[in-house]
């Protein structure tokens, strides 16, 4: 049996029909178009963001292969020379121009004490007085034995004077007989005496010059002895060997004191200060007298004071490797004090003055202290010097580098031999 098939607008009126009634729903060409417009929008906002960020990762990979690749930039700077024209700052001891102790020449007891620390005196003004008692007695003595020794002087002179009227007698004499024997008058055993007797009266004589000179001895000795006591007894009146100010009393009223071990006083003279300095050897072959000198202490700030050196030792102390110089200060209004320390400024004029290095370019390594120097083709040598004076932030170098050469500040890693850099001058920084 042959099935009858409904045609289209009864199969759509059957399935209306047969569906229940609900809401409008779209149909799958619907769908399918706005899922694919989903999936587009989303590959066209990841192609659009992946593909800035693949050339920015690129780009930046580049860069880091190019940095690699390119030489280390560092600083350099090139070596000069210290100015011809150096001042240095040394330490120094501020004593008196002239300074001295005194003692007493006479043993006794202090009888008046006329001076006291810190008063100014004059050049032989009175300072103390000494009782002495025993110094006279020994004076009164002294005169006594030379009064003896003139008598004495006196005594051998008139013995002198009849020995030679003796000696004349016997000469006149003599002759006589001599004059007889020749005539046979006399007999010459009677010449013989006579001409004996002249002889011994002759030697008398010179016996009695020889006694006048050892007496004129006696008495140039009396007199010494009591003009040395003389001296002794006016040593009972101390005074100021020179004009200045008292910087020590050890004595007072009725102290006993003994001849050249008591310490009187002490006395300076302040108008003038010499100032003791140790130059190094590096700056002592330009130090010459007369050149000026700047002095500061430390209790006057602000005040500068200003000297010349007077001298040199021209010679250096073998154990430190300095020089002792001396500088003068005038002092006249008495602001230094004796015994300060002072700072001491010298400028001189150098005719090789040395170069000049960073203290932080030194690298120090068992081999030695070495600086990294650039050459012409901008690579690292590690050279041996040999440092001087030290300045804080820079440092004389003695040996091993030469005036233009080009090296490295603060180094670090940098410091290896024949690595290429790219220099920048320092200025450039």
């Given at each position: 049996?042959?099935?009858?098939?409904?045609?289209?607008?009864?199969?759509?009126?059957?399935?209306?029909?047969?569906?229940?009634?609900?809401?409008?729903?779209?149909?799958?060409?619907?769908?399918?178009?706005?899922?694919?417009?989903?999936?587009?929008?989303?590959?066209i906002a990841f192609l659009g963001g992946y593909i800035p960020l693949a050339k920015r990762k690129a780009l930046i990979a580049g860069e880091a292969l190019e940095r690699q690749e390119a030489l280390p930039r560092v600083r350099v700077v090139q070596l000069t020379r210290a100015p011809r024209a150096s001042e240095m700052d040394l330490p120094g001891n501020i004593q008196a121009i002239t300074e001295?102790?005194?003692?007493?020449?006479?043993?006794?007891?202090?009888?008046?004490?006329?001076?006291?620390?810190?008063?100014?005196?004059?050049?032989?003004?009175?300072?103390?007085?000494?009782?002495?008692?025993?110094?006279?007695?020994?004076?009164?003595?002294a005169q006594a034995a030379r009064e003896q020794a003139r008598a004495g002087l006196e005594g051998a002179l008139a013995?002198?004077?009849?020995?030679?009227?003796?000696?004349?007698?016997?000469?006149?004499?003599?002759?006589?007989?001599?004059?007889?024997?020749?005539?046979?008058?006399?007999?010459?055993?009677e010449n013989d005496v006579y001409q004996a007797q002249y002889q011994a009266q002759t030697a008398s004589v010179n016996a009695l010059e020889k006694a006048i000179a050892a007496q004129r001895s006696n008495v140039g000795a009396a007199e010494a002895n009591l003009a040395r006591l003389e001296s002794m007894r006016s040593y009972r009146l101390v005074k100021a060997p020179f004009a200045g100010v008292i910087t020590l009393r050890n004595v007072d009223v009725g102290a006993l004191v003994t001849s050249g071990s008591t310490l009187l006083f002490r006395i300076a003279q302040m108008e003038t200060l010499r100032i003791y300095i140790n130059v190094p050897q590096s700056n002592a072959s330009f130090i010459r007298p007369g050149e000026t000198a700047t002095l500061r202490v430390?209790?006057?700030?602000?005040?500068?004071?200003?000297?010349?050196?007077?001298?040199?030792?021209?010679?250096l102390d073998p154990g430190s490797r300095t020089m002792l110089v001396e500088v003068h200060v005038a002092n006249r209004d008495r602001a230094l004090l004796p015994g300060m320390y002072a700072q001491v400024s010298l400028?001189?004029?150098?005719?090789?003055?040395?170069?000049?290095?960073?203290?932080?370019?030194?690298?120090?390594?068992?081999e030695g202290t070495l600086a990294?120097?650039?050459d012409s083709d901008h690579t690292v040598h590690l050279r041996k010097i040999q440092v001087g004076r030290d300045y804080g932030d820079r440092m004389e170098v003695v040996s091993g580098l030469q005036e233009g050469d080009t090296v490295i500040p603060s180094p670090g890693d940098l410091a290896r031999?024949?690595?290429?850099?790219?220099?920048?001058?320092?200025e450039a920084k």
């Open positions: 049996m042959r099935s009858i098939k409904p045609s289209e607008s009864e199969s759509d009126e059957i399935e209306l029909q047969a569906r229940p009634q609900s809401r409008w729903h779209p149909s799958n060409h619907t769908i399918w178009a706005i899922a694919l417009a989903i999936v587009v929008a989303i590959i001295a102790p005194i003692l007493a020449r006479a043993n006794g007891y202090i009888k008046r004490r006329m001076a006291d620390i810190g008063d100014r005196v004059a050049a032989g003004q009175p300072l103390v007085e000494i009782e002495a008692p025993e110094l006279d007695e020994q004076v009164r003595q013995n002198l004077e009849q020995g030679r009227a003796n000696m004349e007698l016997a000469r006149v004499t003599a002759q006589r007989y001599a004059n007889l024997v020749t005539q046979g008058a006399v007999s010459r055993q430390s209790n006057l700030p602000g005040r500068i004071f200003t000297g010349a050196v007077a001298r040199t030792a021209n010679s400028s001189n004029t150098r005719d090789h003055p040395p170069l000049l290095l960073p203290s932080d370019a030194l690298v120090v390594r068992p990294a120097v650039i031999e024949g690595l290429k850099v790219d220099p920048v001058p320092e």
